[in-house]
C-alpha cells in the first residue's frame, strides 16, 4: 500500500520535478476521496539548506532517516554527475527494505548511480539520452515514451511526463478513483500511457554538404507529389545510385523515410494552427488519405493526430 512518500533532494534539484511529487503526494486531498500520505522532505541532513537549479532554496524536515520506512522514494530532476555518495546509499538501501523507487526527468542519473537500473529498462528526458547511456552502458534506456514501469522502479521522462508516472502510480497502488481524483484537482489528463512517445521537436534534417539543398527544398515545395528516386537523381544530375547513397550519407535517411518525416511535420503544424479535416490535411501534406496520414503520424510521434491536436491545438480547434 502507498501510505509513506520520501522525496530526496540534493543541491541543483530544479522546483519543478520537485514540485510535481509535491502536488501528487504532498497535498491533503482527503475531501476528494484520496488516502492521506505521509510526505517527508528528505536531504542529507535534516535543517540544511538545499539551493535549487534556479537559485530558491529548501530547507527538509527529515535526513536520510526519512527515507526508513517509505513505500515510495521519489528523486526530483536534478544535477547528473558528482552525487553525494550518502544519498545514493540511502536509495540503495531503501529498494532493498522494499521502498519503489521514482524518478521524474533527470533524476534518472541518481538512479543510475545506485547500479539498480543495471540490465533494466529505463527512461529519462530525451536531451540526456546520450548522456546517460554513455554514463550507463548497462542499462536498456528507451528514448521514446513517457515513463517505464519496472515494477519497483519507474523512470519518467521530462517534466510534465513524471505527473503521468506519478499518476500511473497512484492509479497502480490506488486504483483508477483516486488517481483522477488528484488529476481533477491539477487540471491535467488523468491517463497518458507511458508508452506514449515523448513530444520532441523535430527539425527539418540538414545536409551536412550543400551538393543536395536544393533538391530538398523543392522537395519541401512538392509535398503533395509523387517523388521516385529516378525523377530526384535526374533533378540532382546524379545517377540513381550515386543519387541514393549521398542522401543517405548527407541526411542520415533515404528519400522516401525523408520525406515522410517532412510531411508529418507539415501535418503537425496544422493540427496546432487550423481546424482542417484529417482528410484535409492528409491532401495537402502529401498522403492522399486519412489512414495514410494517421499511420505515418503514429510510427513517427507516437500518437494519432487527434490526440496530438487535442494537446497542442489551440482553444476552439477540433
Known amino acids: ?60 524536515d527529515h535526513g536520510l532517516d526519512g527515507l526508513d520506512g517509505a513505500d515510495l522514494v521519489a528523486l526530483p530532476a536534478g544535477i547528473r554527475d558528482n552525487h553525494p555518495p550518502a544519498v545514493v546509499d540511502a536509495v540503495r538501501d531503501a529498494r532493498s527494505r522494499g521502498a519503489t523507487l521514482l524518478s521524474v526527468c533527470s533524476g534518472a542519473f541518481l538512479l543510475g548511480a545506485t547500479g539498480l537500473l543495471d540490465g533494466r529498462r529505463c527512461t529519462t528526458h530525451w536531451r540526456y539520452i546520450e548522456e ?32 503521468d508516472a506519478c499518476l500511473h502510480l497512484v492509479r497502480r497502488e490506488l486504483g483508477t478513483k483516486v488517481a483522477n481524483a488528484i488529476a481533477r484537482r491539477m487540471v491535467v489528463p488523468p491517463q497518458r500511457e507511458g508508452g506514449q512517445q515523448q513530444y520532441i521537436d523535430l527539425p527539418i534534417p540538414e545536409c551536412r ?82 489512414a495514410l496520414l494517421r499511420h505515418h503520424f503514429h510510427k513517427i510521434v507516437g500518437v494519432s493526430p487527434a490526440d496530438y491536436r487535442r494537446t497542442f491545438a489551440p482553444s476552439g480547434a477540433n
Open 209 to 290: 554538404g550543400d551538393s543536395l539543398q536544393p533538391v530538398l527544398n523543392w522537395m519541401l515545395d512538392h509535398l503533395t507529389e509523387e517523388h521516385t528516386v529516378a525523377a530526384l537523381a535526374r533533378r540532382a544530375a546524379m545517377s540513381e545510385r550515386t543519387f541514393a547513397r549521398r542522401f543517405v550519407a548527407e541526411t542520415g535517411t533515404t528519400p522516401h523515410r525523408w520525406l515522410s518525416t517532412q510531411r508529418v511535420l507539415h501535418a503537425r503544424t496544422l493540427l496546432e494552427t487550423t481546424d482542417l479535416g484529417i482528410e484535409e490535411i492528409a491532401r495537402r501534406c502529401g498522403f492522399g488519405t486519412g
Open 132 to 163: 546517460f547511456r554513455e554514463r550507463f552502458p548497462k542499462v536498456q534506456v528507451d528514448p521514446d515514451v513517457l515513463f517505464v514501469d519496472e515494477g519497483d522502479v519507474i523512470t519518467s521522462a521530462g517534466t510534465a511526463a513524471g505527473i
Open 1 to 60: 500500500m502507498l501510505r509513506t512518500v520520501a522525496a530526496v533532494l540534493i543541491d541543483g534539484f530544479t522546483p519543478f520535478e520537485f514540485g510535481v511529487i509535491c502536488e501528487v503526494f504532498g497535498i491533503d486531498r482527503t475531501d476528494d476521496g484520496v488516502p492521506p500520505f505521509e510526505f517527508r522532505v528528505c536531504g542529507e541532513h535534516a535543517g540544511r539548506p538545499l539551493r535549487s537549479s534556479v537559485g530558491m532554496g529548501v530547507l527538509p
